[in-house]
């Protein structure tokens, strides 16, 4: 059973840093394109970040603030988020890609607010 858990959301002062994690289980996680989305209020579902062989990709919005990185033998995907924002306020959330194969965690809410 696939299973994508993430954590480390919460409140955080405008200029702070938060790190997600997102755990995985049940699937040959290393074979796997990793992303992290947003769903902001009122907003669509939008890309943030994605971790695929060697290559990352970031978003415009988030560019030299955030950090994606993987490790392969814990099964786990984190986001490093710095110099937060207001506009980083979302319901952040894990997926895994590859082929017809594509999975969600259940996501974990990030509120930046002063």
């Known amino acids: 059973q696939v299973q994508l858990v993430e954590s480390g959301g919460g409140l955080v002062q405008p200029g702070g840093s938060l790190r997600l994690s997102c755990a995985a289980s049940?699937?040959?996680?290393?074979?796997?394109?990793m992303s992290w989305y947003r769903q902001g209020p009122g907003k669509e579902r939008e890309l943030v970040a994605t971790?695929?062989?060697?290559?990352?990709n970031y978003a415009d919005s988030v560019k030299g603030r955030f950090t994606i990185s993987r490790d392969n033998a814990k099964k786990t995907v984190y986001l490093q988020m710095n110099s937060l924002k207001l506009e980083d306020t979302a319901v952040y959330y894990c997926?895994?890609?590859?082929?017809?194969?594509?999975?969600w965690g259940q996501g974990t809410q990030v509120t930046v607010s002063s």
């Open positions: 997926n895994a890609h590859r082929g017809w194969g594509n999975y």
């Open positions: 971790s695929t062989g060697g290559f990352r």
């Open positions: 049940g699937f040959t996680f290393s074979d796997y394109t």
